[in-house]
């Protein structure tokens, strides 16, 4: 949900001019196929990790495993899915393949509920033993999985900018207006989706079984796919053009072509290539050795009459290369952003609590796959408050256009917050496990203790801040420190960073698993979490999270100041 909130400020492509095309009329089509995309999909993943336990026989560290890698590819694939609707297909194309692809993994994961065959057969009653999982019914569960990341992969980074295209006009003066409305449709559409997805979807898996339960998401992504390609006829359809990954490609290959250049003698403007309208007439001194792939080294082979480079892989703009230079800047800041989305993908671990626990709440029985609804609520209020309350206040006591702390501040306070979250949740664990081996449960992994789930809802809460706080903040930091040219690459390389969290998460479960269980020890993620410890596994989390944020105030120590820091002080 977090890739979606800031992407308002992504480059927009021109529509084209037929009047037939485009417009509002086709609203309804696409805001409905990603808000059935996001219900469907993000509501198989809270109940997911008592799906894989109870019906494939995984243990809880495997099938947290298992589901870090699964949304590590969901993840991953959008910067895919990006790159082929840029360079290849067009976005029209990667929806549609995206929604059939959804389609498809979701029907398969239904069957797997459906068909005995495709899972394990029950335990024997007498003799207790279970059967594991085939080969080929754990194929057919990850082709199903697969699936539904390839369709992820290529919808949500598409969705939006394929909306504004059919709005996008230069010449309408209210066109600033009009897609500033849409995109408030849309996120009002993905934000109630993401909270019925968490609430409705899984209170049915609870109460209805997963053929009900996985049924429901499978219709909803016929129905998604179904209204967009109704619409078919009045979209805007852009054609793909040139991919600015391609281009940084291009830079690193110009750059090691022309590794023996000399550098000493090339500062005078005319040695380097760039265009008139250029953001850049000659490259910065960081990371020089990336200057030697802008070189003009004999004007009459490297540029063309029409001032088109010849050969693109050996002569490269100083746009392109200042391009690349600045994503290369904020790496190291980037990469203290996957220790906060580590902390944010526990969910696996947060609902086997909650199974455990009195979800009494007000006479209702609160989900166990639905405490991630109260992260999403904290996170809507509080970005409500802060740009409708907060920020003009702070602006009105400081004189500044926008009061508030600024995006690397901000950054450093979501990746705060986190600790204190983590902590909490360490002696949150200690005391449920301790109330369960007091209350004889120890041996009883399904038994429920007399202990209230409210209990694990501060912690859950503390991290909808932090996410707030740190994702927004980086979103604005890179759209600030980037060129103008870059704009679309700040929401990817944010949602590559959750990938990457992904991978690492599932690392570093499976490497706990096996260094706690060495010895016939019990595992700190055992299944029985009343045998396990949990909380030594969220306080060693709790520790990382606090290495990484003396990480994070080297990187800004080493970074200097940014752009808006720069500005203000020549002001001043």
Same mark, same amino acid.
């Given at each position: 949900?977090?890739?979606?909130i800031?992407?308002?400020?992504?480059?927009?492509i021109p #529509?084209?001019?037929?009047p037939?095309?485009?417009?509002?009329?086709t609203?309804?089509?696409?805001?409905?196929?990603?808000?059935?995309?996001?219900?469907?999909?993000?509501?198989?993943?809270?109940?997911?990790?008592?799906?894989?336990?109870?019906?494939?026989?995984?243990?809880?560290?495997s099938?947290?495993?298992?589901?870090?890698?699964?949304?590590?590819?969901?993840?991953?694939?959008?910067?895919?899915?990006a790159? $082929?609707?840029?360079?290849?297909?067009?976005?029209y194309? /990667?929806?549609?393949?995206?929604?059939?692809?959804?389609l $498809?993994?979701?029907?398969l994961?239904?069957?797997?509920?459906?068909?005995?065959?495709?899972?394990?057969?029950?335990?024997?009653?007498?003799?207790?033993?279970?059967?594991?999982?085939?080969a =080929?019914q754990?194929?057919t569960?990850?082709?199903?999985?697969? $699936?539904?990341?390839?369709?992820?992969?290529?919808?949500?980074?598409?969705?939006?900018?394929?909306?504004?295209?059919?709005?996008?006009?230069?010449?309408?003066?209210?066109?600033?207006?009009?897609?500033?409305?849409?995109?408030?449709?849309?996120?009002?559409?993905?934000?109630?989706?993401?909270?019925?997805?968490?609430?409705?979807?899984?209170?049915?898996?609870?109460?209805?079984?997963?053929?009900?339960?996985?049924?429901?998401?499978?219709?909803?992504?016929?129905f998604?796919?179904?209204?967009?390609?109704? =619409?078919?006829?009045?979209?805007? #359809?852009?054609?793909?053009?040139?991919?600015?990954?391609?281009?940084?490609?291009?830079?690193?290959?110009?750059?090691?072509?022309?590794?023996?250049?000399?550098?000493?003698?090339?500062?005078?403007?005319?040695?380097?290539?760039?265009?008139?309208?250029?953001?850049?007439?000659?490259?910065?001194?960081?990371?020089?050795?990336?200057?030697?792939?802008?070189?003009?080294?004999?004007?009459?082979?490297?540029?063309?009459?029409?001032?088109?480079?010849?050969?693109?892989w050996?002569?490269?703009?100083?746009?392109?290369?200042?391009?690349l230079?600045?994503?290369?800047?904020?790496?190291?800041?980037?990469?203290?952003?996957?220790?906060?989305?580590?902390?944010l993908?526990?969910?696996?671990?947060?609902t086997?609590?909650?199974?455990?626990?009195?979800?009494?709440?007000?006479?209702f029985?609160?989900?166990?796959?639905?405490?991630?609804?109260f992260?999403?609520?904290?996170l809507?209020?509080?970005?409500?408050?802060?740009?409708?309350?907060?920020?003009?206040?702070?602006?009105?006591?400081?004189?500044?256009?926008r009061?508030?702390p600024?995006?690397?501040v901000?950054?450093?306070?979501?990746?705060?917050?986190?600790?204190?979250?983590?902590?909490?949740?360490?002696?949150?664990?200690?005391?449920?496990?301790?109330?369960?081996?007091?209350? =004889?449960?120890?041996?009883?992994?399904?038994?429920? /203790?007399?202990?209230?789930?409210?209990?694990?809802?501060?912690?859950?809460?503390?991290?909808?801040?932090?996410e707030a706080?740190?994702?927004?903040?980086?979103?604005?930091?890179?759209?600030?420190?980037?060129? #103008?040219?870059?704009?679309?690459?700040?929401?990817?390389?944010?949602?590559?960073?959750?990938?990457?969290?992904d991978?690492?998460?599932?690392?570093?479960?499976?490497?706990?698993?096996?260094?706690?269980?060495?010895?016939?020890?019990?595992?700190?993620?055992?299944?029985?979490?009343?045998?396990g410890?949990?909380?030594?596994?969220?306080?060693?989390?709790?520790?990382?999270?606090?290495?990484?944020?003396?990480?994070f105030l080297?990187?800004?120590?080493?970074?200097?100041?940014?752009?808006?820091?720069?500005?203000?002080? $020549?002001?001043?």
């Amino acid at each position: 949900m977090e890739n979606s909130i800031v992407e308002e400020k992504m480059v927009l492509i021109p #529509k084209d001019k037929d009047p037939r095309k485009g417009g509002l009329r086709t609203m309804p089509f696409i805001i409905v196929n990603e808000a059935f995309e996001r219900v469907a999909s993000y509501g198989l993943m809270p109940n997911m990790i008592f799906y894989l336990m109870k019906n494939y026989r995984m243990e809880a560290a495997s099938g947290s495993t298992i589901l870090f890698l699964w949304s590590a590819m969901s993840n991953g694939l959008s910067i895919f899915g990006a790159f $082929l609707s840029d360079s290849f297909m067009g976005r029209y194309l /990667v929806i549609s393949l995206g929604s059939f692809c959804s389609l $498809l993994g979701m029907i398969l994961l239904w069957l797997t509920a459906m068909i005995p065959q495709l899972t394990p057969p029950p335990c024997d009653r007498f003799t207790n033993v279970c059967s594991s999982a085939t080969a =080929g019914q754990l194929a057919t569960l990850f082709s199903s999985f697969g $699936l539904i990341s390839i369709g992820a992969g290529c919808i949500r980074p598409c969705s939006i900018a394929f909306g504004a295209d059919q709005l996008d006009n230069k010449e309408n003066p209210n066109n600033e207006s009009v897609l500033q409305s849409f995109f408030n449709w849309y996120y009002a559409a993905t934000g109630l989706s993401t909270i019925i997805a968490f609430t409705a979807i899984v209170y049915v898996q609870d109460n209805l079984g997963w053929k009900v339960g996985f049924a429901i998401p499978a219709v909803l992504m016929f129905f998604s796919a179904l209204m967009f390609l109704v =619409g078919s006829s009045h979209y805007v #359809k852009v054609k793909a053009s040139t991919s600015l990954f391609t281009g940084f490609v291009q830079v690193l290959v110009a750059a090691f072509r022309n590794r023996k250049l000399s550098l000493s003698h090339s500062s005078i403007e005319q040695y380097y290539y760039h265009s008139d309208d250029s953001e850049f007439q000659i490259p910065t001194v960081n990371l020089r050795c990336l200057n030697r792939a802008c070189i003009i080294t004999d004007p009459d082979r490297d540029v063309n009459p029409d001032g088109s480079a010849s050969n693109p892989w050996r002569l490269c703009t100083v746009d392109q290369v200042e391009s690349l230079k600045a994503l290369l800047r904020v790496i190291p800041i980037w990469s203290t952003g996957i220790m906060m989305q580590i902390n944010l993908n526990q969910n696996s671990f947060a609902t086997l609590q909650a199974n455990t626990m009195d979800r009494q709440i007000f006479n209702f029985e609160l989900p166990a796959g639905s405490l991630n609804v109260f992260l999403v609520l904290t996170l809507t209020i509080w970005l409500t408050f802060y740009d409708r309350i907060l920020l003009p206040l702070l602006a009105k006591f400081t004189g500044k256009q926008r009061g508030g702390p600024s995006p690397t501040v901000r950054i450093g306070i979501g990746l705060l917050i986190p600790i204190a979250a983590r902590a909490m949740s360490a002696v949150v664990e200690t005391i449920r496990r301790r109330t369960a081996i007091e209350e =004889g449960l120890e041996d009883q992994p399904d038994g429920v /203790v007399n202990m209230s789930v409210v209990w694990l809802l501060p912690p859950i809460i503390l991290l909808g801040l932090a996410e707030a706080f740190n994702s927004i903040g980086q979103i604005e930091f890179y759209y600030s420190q980037f060129p #103008k040219s870059m704009s679309s690459i700040a929401v990817a390389i944010f949602t590559f960073g959750t990938a990457m969290a992904d991978m690492i998460g599932s690392g570093l479960v499976d490497v706990v698993d096996r260094v706690t269980s060495r010895g016939g020890q019990e595992s700190w993620l055992s299944s029985n979490l009343n045998k396990g410890r949990l909380d030594d596994y969220y306080w060693l989390i709790t520790v990382l999270s606090i290495i990484n944020f003396v990480y994070f105030l080297v990187c800004c120590r080493t970074y200097g100041r940014t752009k808006d820091e720069k500005e203000e002080r $020549l002001l001043e």
